[in-house]
């Protein structure tokens, strides 16, 4: 074979492949690896072993760099150079499109409708095909050509004495002296006002205090006496004046008819604009509700926070925002309107008349004489008083300081929009129906509701509409599908991005991806399974298998065993986390993985699991009662929380699990702890708050956004680090303080890099160079600083020391060798100290935030809640998470934790099981017990699993 010929076969070979030569970012240690195209690929191993720097920070961003390299020179400067991932070669790469868990989008405006572009197609579907209809009278509203309306006139009022009119004012109030002056100028000499013709004269006005409807009289006539000519050019200048609308007034039976070629409706005479688009659109001005601008809430003042006790007077600070009695100008106020209404600074706030509450509240245009006044005692001072609630108003909308928005926002309360009751638009954009449903109302259908509804719709419609929207409904349908194949039927188009699960919003981009039917694209998802109940797995792995049908490569990085089990190939990192992983443990088929001797291969094969303990907890017979819950889906539910026990809480997707401890139980605890602003969901009442003293929530948010962030500064270690190297005596000698061990600030740090230990060199039309501050060696700090040692160590040191190295180091130190234990306790001994945050995965992140806690003194009776904690957990790392959470309910806490991984369910003392279905057919309680209960309970769909893993 010529040598032409080899060259080619192996290159045939190479793109057959991903292959990956030399990557040492992080932790990964110079490995090599092939990946198969167009298979569906699981990167999977312990949290910290490397697999999030494998798929996104090598594969991912090398297939990003080489997309934008594609620009030109001009164009990337305004991009911004990608880095350059530390890698010797990458072939066979496709166009990448990551689909990670950080990507949602916190705009408020953000909606499931307006991600997946479904909403997009409503908005066209009733701009082309809704039917409008009167906000005043219900009636279906009309739209004519001139020559119909001609044709209209002669029809109706045949013979008749007629005045064509311009409608310009409908119910508004002024005198228009100014608009009459315009009339005549524009030659009208009459005009009908409030119902009466009127001569118009210069200087002609009305009443400006009331409300009035003008028409300017455009002619007089009999139909039948005068050509159409006259009568198409007397109706073509009313709608000229009157905004396309003309009204046509009977002389003798007064009767009133209105024709435009607007929509219009043919009883009150309002009219709607053409509509379009974004008449429909609550991001835009032509459609969003004037009062909420779109959003569906609008702050409002909370007046049992103003006024929490009745009882007390306002001497006593019964007026929260005024505190108690001072010798200040709003006292003298309310003092001068008690004068008035007979009250004083001690009648208590239930005795004071219903006026001068309002008064002290809304304020008052009348002004109140002061007795008490700036310039000492007076008779002759008089003021009018705005009121407490405007005052907090201003504060909160245009509040100079941060502090003065903080302070006025704890009275301020987010409702629902009075103006268009939360549906976002404008009363003419709801009065557009197709199939009696306004746009607003299919938005807020669950997923699989709204399909049932565009099954059923064209039966309803005319044949004139089944024209127009036989595309848009195609569309609609396949991108339905799509959704509903990924488990999301329990979600609503108008749900707010904002309020998405990390795995919910990559299963809507999963979705997207579907229906945009790319082919030849690498896809990388990171744990696509978060949220999902073991009941929906099968449907995202037929989906992610569709995706790789369509001729795409799927790489996923996952721990879920049937995502695993179900992969054409799977990569497994390790062997261990941290500095002791970033190797290929194995490569190969699910076959080959089960066949090795990794970790993942024990727990898989069953030759390591978690044990279910031998006897459940019995609590310390204390409890929380939380009774009727309605928020959002719940369904009146009363719940019974036991304390000292490991509660879980499961659930399909969408149940009402996030609803119940999220957003009704955590936001009551952190109010009555802890003052918080956040309101929870609607509930009646809660008992037995008095059984616990805090409540603590971990969650997976990363703990800081700039590289200056680490784990010693998260926990508070290093400040316990930096005042013991300034008790040493070499800084007790040169007088420093703790300041001077601080990277952050001027002083000790090094300034060349300030305090970062490395610099960033600008690559012209490159990415740019990061490399070691050549002044400080990469320590962060100035030579004098780092002359100061403890046990022959720098402060600089320190930091590049692992927790296990940390741990010996620092022993007889016990504030800083109780925050170093626990956050080798949660498996996270292999990190630095130093480590930026922003290079922690978000398995990592939620065990630095855990171990911050528990390292704090606990007192037996906390509250810990947790969501998901398993998210980005090897079997492993759950089983350490385990041996954690099991020390703290030993303690006497208690903890409560959302999750769908049957590992940790098994293991828990009780169980509450929402359901059955999610959205709709979710939000009651199923079943409450041990797991060895739940396993009996028929409706639900948690017990059908957890039966197995307790056999």
């Not at 949290?47 to 164009?75: H, N, P, V």
């Not at 030849?520 to 797995?537: A, T």
Request: glycine share 8%; with cysteine.
């Amino acid at each position: 074979m010529s040598s032409t010929a080899t060259k080619n076969k192996e290159e045939h070979l190479e793109t057959e492949n991903i292959e990956v030569i030399g990557a040492r970012v992080h932790n990964l240690k110079n490995i090599d690896i092939s990946i198969p195209r167009n298979q569906l690929s699981v990167i999977t191993g312990l949290s910290g072993s490397g697999k999030s720097s494998l798929a996104f920070d090598t594969i991912y961003a090398e297939g990003q760099r080489r997309y934008i390299e594609t620009f030109s020179a001009y164009a990337r400067q305004f991009l911004g150079g990608m880095e350059r991932p530390d890698v010797d070669k990458i072939t066979g790469l496709s166009p990448v499109i990551s689909i990670e868990q950080k990507t949602t989008n916190k705009n408020p405006r953000s909606t499931v409708g307006t991600i997946t572009e479904l909403y997009d197609f409503l908005r066209l579907l009733y701009a082309r095909a809704g039917i409008a209809y009167s906000y005043e009278t219900g009636e279906k509203m009309v739209k004519y050509t001139d020559e119909k309306i001609i044709e209209l006139i002669h029809e109706k009022f045949s013979s008749r004495r007629i005045y064509i009119l311009a409608p310009i004012v409908r119910g508004r109030k002024g005198h228009y002296k100014e608009l009459f002056e315009q009339i005549l100028k524009k030659g009208f000499l009459y005009a009908r006002v409030d119902g009466e013709i009127v001569e118009l004269m210069h200087g002609f006005k009305v009443d400006r205090y009331k409300n009035h409807t003008i028409e300017i009289l455009i002619d007089k006539l009999v139909v039948e006496e005068v050509g159409d000519k006259r009568l198409k050019e007397s109706v073509q200048t009313s709608m000229k004046h009157g905004k396309g609308i003309t009204m046509i007034f009977d002389k003798d039976t007064e009767e009133v008819k209105y024709y435009s070629r607007l929509l219009m409706c043919p009883s009150s005479g309002i009219s709607y604009n053409t509509p379009a688009p974004h008449s429909f659109s609550f991001n835009s001005p032509h459609g969003a509700c004037s009062r909420c601008k779109g959003l569906g809430r609008v702050n409002t003042i909370d007046l049992e926070k103003i006024i929490p006790d009745q009882t007390l007077s306002i001497r006593e600070g019964g007026i929260v925002p005024l505190g108690k009695h001072k010798n200040s100008l709003i006292f003298w106020q309310i003092e001068a309107i008690g004068r008035k209404y007979n009250f004083d600074m001690n009648t208590p706030i239930e005795a004071i008349p219903e006026e001068a509450l309002s008064i002290i509240l809304d304020g008052s245009s009348e002004t109140f004489k002061l007795e008490n006044t700036p310039l000492g005692n007076s008779s002759n001072y008089f003021l009018s008083f705005d009121g407490v609630l405007k005052y907090i108003s201003n504060q909160e909308s245009n509040g100079t300081s941060k502090r003065a928005k903080k302070w006025a926002d704890q009275f301020i309360k987010t409702s629902i929009c009075p103006t268009c009751n939360g549906q976002r638009l404008q009363r003419e954009a709801l009065h557009f129906k197709i199939h009696d449903k306004n746009i607003a109302e299919l938005a807020a259908m669950d997923l699989s509701m709204l399909k049932e509804w565009f099954n059923t719709v064209e039966d309803h419609l005319s044949d004139k509409q089944k024209q127009i929207a036989t595309e848009v409904l195609k569309e609609i349908r396949t991108r339905l599908d799509f959704l509903l194949d990924v488990g999301l039927e329990y979600l609503s188009l108008n749900r707010s991005s904002v309020s998405l699960s990390g795995g919910e919003s990559q299963r809507i981009r999963l979705a997207t991806q579907i229906g945009s039917q790319l082919v030849n694209v690498l896809y990388i998802l990171d744990e696509p399974s978060i949220g999902l109940h073991q009941r929906d797995n099968q449907r995202l792995i037929h989906s992610l298998q569709q995706l790789r049908d369509s001729g795409n490569s799927v790489i996923v990085v996952e721990h879920d065993k049937d995502m695993i089990c179900s992969a054409d190939y799977v990569v497994d990192m390790g062997p261990f986390a941290g500095k002791h992983g970033g190797e290929v443990v194995v490569a190969g088929t699910p076959k080959d993985i089960l066949a090795g001797n990794s970790l993942t291969a024990k727990y898989l094969n069953g030759y390591l699991e978690i044990a279910i303990p031998e006897s459940r907890r019995k609590g310390n017979g204390k409890s929380i009662d939380l009774k009727g819950c309605t928020g959002n889906n719940l369904k009146n539910v009363d719940v019974n929380f036991p304390l000292g026990k490991f509660i879980c809480v499961t659930g399909v997707s969408g149940s009402g699990k996030s609803s119940l401890i999220n957003n009704t139980l955590h936001p009551i605890l952190s109010q009555k702890f802890y003052k918080s602003v956040k309101d929870p969901l609607p509930f009646k009442e809660i008992k037995g708050i008095k059984n616990i003293d805090k409540v603590v929530e971990v969650n997976q948010s990363p703990l800081g956004r700039t590289p200056r962030s680490n784990p010693a500064t998260y926990t508070n270690l290093f400040g316990e680090i930096r005042k013991l190297f300034e008790k040493l005596p070499e800084s007790q000698i040169r007088g420093y303080k703790a300041g001077r061990f601080s990277f952050n600030v001027k002083g000790g740090r090094c300034e060349t890099c300030m305090g970062a230990g490395i610099r960033s060199i600008e690559m012209n039309f490159l990415p740019d160079v990061y490399v070691p501050c050549d002044e400080c060696n990469g320590k962060r700090y100035n030579r004098e600083t780092l002359e100061v040692r403890y046990k022959g160590k720098s402060i600089g040191d320190v930091l590049d020391m692992t927790i296990n190295q940390s741990v010996p180091f620092f022993e007889n130190i016990p504030p800083i060798y109780n925050k170093l234990k626990v956050l080798q306790d949660v498996g996270l001994g292999y990190i630095t100290l130093g480590q930026p945050s922003t290079t922690l995965s978000g398995g990592e992140s939620q065990r630095v935030k855990l171990a911050s806690e528990l390292s704090k003194r606990d007192t037996g009776k906390t509250l810990y809640i947790l969501d998901e904690p398993t998210t980005g957990l090897h079997f492993e790392d759950i089983r350490v998470l385990l041996t954690v959470l099991n020390r703290l309910v030993d303690k006497g806490n208690t903890v409560i934790v959302i999750e769908h991984n049957m590992d940790v369910i098994k293991v828990a003392d009780h169980i509450i099981d929402i359901g059955k279905e999610g959205g709709r057919k979710g939000g009651e309680i199923l079943f409450t017990g041990t797991p060895e209960e739940l396993v009996n309970c028929k409706d639900s769909f948690t017990a059908q699993f957890l039966r197995d893993e307790l056999k």
